[in-house]
């Protein structure tokens, strides 16, 4: 079936540092690729939605200048998290559609120390 | 948008009892309402999901129910068993269009022996 690879697994920087989260499509083409984030004891909530060859759609509230999304290819697309403060520190995931329904990456563990 | 509620928040069941979670969703477009099981740090799992053009799915101990009209679905869960005890999302989504999917707030379903 349809797998959304997703690296790194668990990330750990220091305040004010970049953070870059990728996700590929290994045996699909992803033109859309959701990104989600999930604070502790809450719900995935979307961030913002990627297609590939134009701009990111932003959810309400989302920075994005902070959060910069790239979908350069039909197979990859990255979340980049900048000036990461503490209160960037989630788990992030991403989500492509495929199939009958969605594919999800194993989502990544940011650490803002 | 789309917003999705769940209730309720937790659910605490004896081993072999039933256990019924409820969403509501707010876009009458929406056409797909999976349901999935989220363990800690791990990413969503799929266990059911139901299209706008049938009324109830079921798969073994588990199904799914889905009221257009009045924009609800539920998940019920017979038997149940300790290894049930999970967090529960119910989602919605225009799928055909590769829509944006987005979750209720997850339901903490705990099945004590």
């Known amino acids: 079936g349809a797998v959304v690879s997703q690296h790194p697994s668990w990330v750990i920087c220091k305040s004010g540092t970049s953070v870059k989260i990728e996700c590929r499509s290994l045996?699909?083409?992803?033109?859309?690729m959701f990104w989600y984030r999930q604070f502790p004891k809450q719900s995935l909530m979307l961030m913002a939605t990627s297609n590939e060859g134009s701009k990111a759609t932003y959810e309400q509230g989302v920075e994005k200048d902070k959060f910069l999304i790239n979908h350069a290819s039909l197979t990859l697309s990255t979340l980049t998290v900048t000036s990461a403060h503490p209160e960037d520190s989630s788990f992030y995931i991403c989500s492509a559609p495929s199939g009958n329904g969605y594919t999800f990456g194993s989502g990544t563990r940011l650490t803002v120390v | 948008g789309e917003n999705v509620e769940q209730h309720p928040s937790t659910l605490s069941v004896q081993e072999g009892d039933s256990a019924v979670i409820k969403c509501t969703y707010s876009d009458s477009a929406s056409n797909y309402f999976p349901w999935y099981k989220q363990e800690l740090g791990k990413r969503p799992q799929l266990i059911i999901d139901?299209?706008?053009?049938?009324g109830e799915k079921k798969d073994q101990r588990i199904a799914v129910t889905l009221n257009k009209t009045a924009k609800h679905f539920s998940l019920h869960i017979t038997e149940t068993q300790p290894e049930d005890s999970a967090v529960y999302f119910c989602?919605?989504?225009?799928?055909?269009?590769?829509?944006?999917?987005?979750f209720g707030q997850g339901t903490e379903l705990s099945v004590k022996p």
């Open positions: 989602a919605a989504s225009i799928n055909n269009q590769g829509g944006k999917l987005i």
């Open positions: 139901i299209r706008s053009n049938v």
């Open positions: 045996d699909f083409q992803a033109t859309t």
